[in-house]
């Protein structure tokens, strides 16, 4: 199944109402922090979950739902309880399962299948069971006594469907064989027979890379096929068990038939839920959404995107711009579970175009993140879901632009280039080994050091020796749009930020040293989020759907840039002329060199020539900060210009990327960039506040293509000067 367009469709436009969940849960980490039914932050004195029955069955110290208000805990925790969640999480956190390390998917396919019988018996299905009961039905009510499910309190089986054990067996069985291979329950694919059956077989993958590269992620594919198949196998027992907790019932599920039914639930789940992201981006939680958006297949270049709606409220009811393409593969029959929506509440989801689309046309998201290279895409679509992707961006031979982009090594060591499988690996590792030493170790210290090394010299050299090392040849550089580059500077933007505040925190007197040593820091997290939004929307000019990452890191370069410039410490030690700048004379109204202002309509985002002129006049003013922004990281102080990056073709030609860098900018009042200029200091704190407006602004007007202008609308219009006035993250 897939979804069109049912007519034109231009650029920034939502495709769908928000439509409720079928269920969701918030992320384990996210329990305490938000409430468990609309997603809101909780107030210091949050509720419990009302109705707890069989607090004896809880173990102590399991984490609990909280909520905001009454209301809150009386529409939520009787799902909580009824779904047997509670006992899972108790199960969860008293004997950890060994392959999965956060309950949220498990939660959420106990309180999907809790919702499907509870549709089941709403919809009044159960009367004609069985003569014309759906194959869903059957599965999910499954025979009596045997069948766990059945059991549910509340809900009456066909006493007289099954007479003897020996027919509750047969029946078991053909729901097992019948049923394991189903594709769909309530119209949604479960993919379970791919992503348990085929995983047994020759790994499809494997087939595919051993085509394209024989030697690349054969060990990997497999070993993850098997985890999979483990991961799948033991989630799934761990959800019987705790429903068979809930119902007062032998826990023991030893025989794989025991849990067939959670095993399938789980696998709709791992095939359709979505991570549900605050307004800042971090993921909080997991949902299943019905047909119209579970519909809508992937590509590596979609034309649409989602965002959340949180709240109770739900105002706003714009009429669909999607329908299924076929209504084919259910009968009037099947559809007895087709449902859209069981929540009243909870985050309901928009999809929006990122692209125009024709009538007709397929609508497709994105189901991986998009700045990865071809292979790891395939790789994560593959064990994931189980499809290989042939969207255009993917089937493009010679590769795209971007895809090679995002794997370009530099040409300065090109024999290193050719040979470079395991250099690369080792390479990838270290990267790794690196960010995890601040986002696993907590030393962002160390992550620092190591990053700017592998990323100035290729490889990690030991600083004592730097100068006799710096005289070798590098060994693999990379270019400034390599995947591994891009996490290495959304790393460093907030490991020098956590630096600095570590820091100031540690020393609450301190001296001018160690003030003028947290502000570099800053300064160098700010360049680095500099980098970060220039090198990607570099990107971004040969494929638009990097758009809502584009805009989040222009808004995270504009918000460090502003608050840099606002830093008390400007007036400590370094410009105290700047204390005296009336920051409200600052341009609220349109930029005279790019015309950039609060208003420019989407469409007009399309605009290959007006994304050039705002990204030259952002380049032309950084040229006047970069050098003091990049001064204190030897890796910066390589790059030239984080935004205009036409340098790069005159240093060295990539191997193996035909760098497509933006002309020189020739409009009135864009002067060719003089990079690495230093201009009059008094200019400095005054460029620094240029570029965050137009960094802000730049990414918030992209951010009113996939989030919505009605959603920003407050927020943008006002919030670069409230920025400005208040700054938040310095001193
Ligand atoms: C959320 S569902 C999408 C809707 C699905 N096509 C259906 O018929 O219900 C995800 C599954 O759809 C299939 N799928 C999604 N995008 C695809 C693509 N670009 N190519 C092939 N299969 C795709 C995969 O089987 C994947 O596991």
């Known amino acids: 199944m897939e979804m069109r367009a049912v007519e034109d469709i231009a650029i920034g436009r939502d495709l769908t109402p928000p439509l409720p969940p079928l269920a969701f849960v918030l992320n384990d980490a996210a329990l305490s922090s938000h409430c468990s039914a609309c997603f809101s932050t909780l107030p210091p004195h949050p509720f419990f979950p009302t109705l707890l029955q069989n607090p004896s069955h809880v173990r102590k110290n399991t984490p609990t739902p909280l909520y905001c208000s009454p209301l809150c805990s009386s529409l939520d925790s009787p799902r909580h309880f009824s779904s047997g969640e509670s006992y899972l999480l108790s199960l969860f956190c008293h ?80 729901c097992c064989h019948d049923e394991i291979v189903r594709e769909r329950i309530a119209g949604l694919m479960t993919n379970r027979e791919r992503l348990i059956f085929e995983a047994t077989k020759k790994d499809q993958f494997q087939g595919i890379n051993e085509e394209e590269n024989p030697n690349e992620n054969r060990d990997d594919s497999s070993e993850s096929t098997e985890s999979v198949l483990e991961r799948i196998r033991e989630g799934a027992a761990l959800m019987a068990k705790a429903r068979r907790m809930c119902l007062n019932e032998d826990e023991n599920v030893e025989k794989e038939e025991e849990f067939v039914v959670e095993e399938v639930v789980l696998c709709l789940v791992l095939t359709n839920a979505v991570e549900v992201q605050d307004r800042s981006g971090c993921s909080i939680g997991v949902a299943v959404y019905g047909t119209s958006f579970s519909w809508i297949n992937h590509s590596c270049s979609p034309n649409a995107c989602y965002r959340f709606s949180m709240g109770l409220e739900n105002n706003e009811q714009p009429r669909s711009r999607i329908v299924p393409a076929a209504k084919t593969g259910h009968s009037e029959n099947d559809n007895g579970l087709m449902m859209e929506g069981q929540h009243l509440y909870g985050p309901r989801i928009i999809v929006r175009s990122i692209k125009a689309v024709e009538k007709g046309k397929e609508v497709t998201i994105a189901y991986t993140d998009l700045l990865q290279p071809k292979e790891m895409r395939q790789a994560e679509l593959w064990l994931k879901y189980r499809f290989s992707c042939c969207c255009q961006r993917c089937v493009a031979v010679p590769k795209t632009y971007l895809d090679c982009a995002l794997q370009a090594l530099s040409a300065v060591n090109p024999d290193s280039c050719k040979s470079s499988i395991n250099e690369i690996e080792k390479l990838t590792q270290s990267f790794g080994d690196a960010i995890n030493d601040y986002l696993s170790l907590g030393d962002p210290r160390s992550c620092c050091m190591k990053l700017e090394n592998l990323l100035s010299h290729g490889h990690l050299i030991d600083e004592l020796l730097e100068p006799k090392e710096a005289k070798s040849p590098p060994k693999l550089k990379l270019q400034p749009f390599h995947h591994l580059s891009l996490d290495a500077y959304t790393t460093l933007a907030s490991a020098y930020k956590v630096q600095a505040s570590d820091l100031l925190a540690l020393n609450s007197e301190a001296g001018s040293q160690k003030l003028e040593q947290a502000f570099n820091m800053y300064k160098t997290s700010a360049a680095y989020s500099l980098l970060l939004a220039g090198a990607v929307h570099h990107l971004y000019m040969f494929e638009s759907a990097l758009v809502a990452s584009v805009a989040n890191f222009w808004i995270n370069a504009g918000e460090s840039l502003l608050s840099l410039a606002r830093s008390s410490f400007w007036d400590s030690f370094l410009n105290p002329g700047l204390n005296h700048i009336e920051f409200s004379s600052f341009p609220t109204q349109k930029c005279n060199r790019c015309c950039l202002t609060d208003t420019f309509e989407p469409n007009l985002m399309q605009s290959e020539e007006i994304k050039r002129r705002i990204s030259n006049c952002i380049a032309k003013e950084t040229s006047h900060i970069w050098s003091m922004l990049a001064s204190d990281s030897r890796f910066l102080r390589l790059i030239q210009n984080p935004i205009d990056f036409s340098w790069l073709a005159s240093a060295e030609t990539s191997t193996d990327l035909q760098l497509h860098v933006a002309e020189p900018a020739v409009e009135k009042g864009c002067l060719p960039l003089k990079a690495g200029r230093r201009c009059n200091e008094d200019q400095v704190g005054m460029n620094l506040i240029e570029v965050g407006i137009h960094c802000l602004r730049y990414g918030k007007l992209l951010s009113t293509i996939c989030y919505g202008l009605s959603a920003e609308m407050n927020y943008y219009t006002t919030d670069y000067r409230e920025c400005i006035n208040n700054p938040k993250v310095l001193q």
């Open 95 to 174: 004997s950890p399962p060994s392959t999965w390390d956060n309950s949220s998917d498990l939660r959420l396919s106990l309180r999907l299948l809790y919702g499907f019988r509870e549709h089941l018996r709403d919809c009044s299905v159960l009367p004609s069971f069985p003569g014309s009961t759906t194959s869903e039905q059957r599965l999910l009510l499954g025979g009596k006594k045997d069948y766990p499910f059945q059991q549910i309190q509340n809900v009456e089986g066909p006493d007289d469907y099954l007479e003897n054990k020996e027919e509750q067996r047969e029946n078991m069985k053909s």
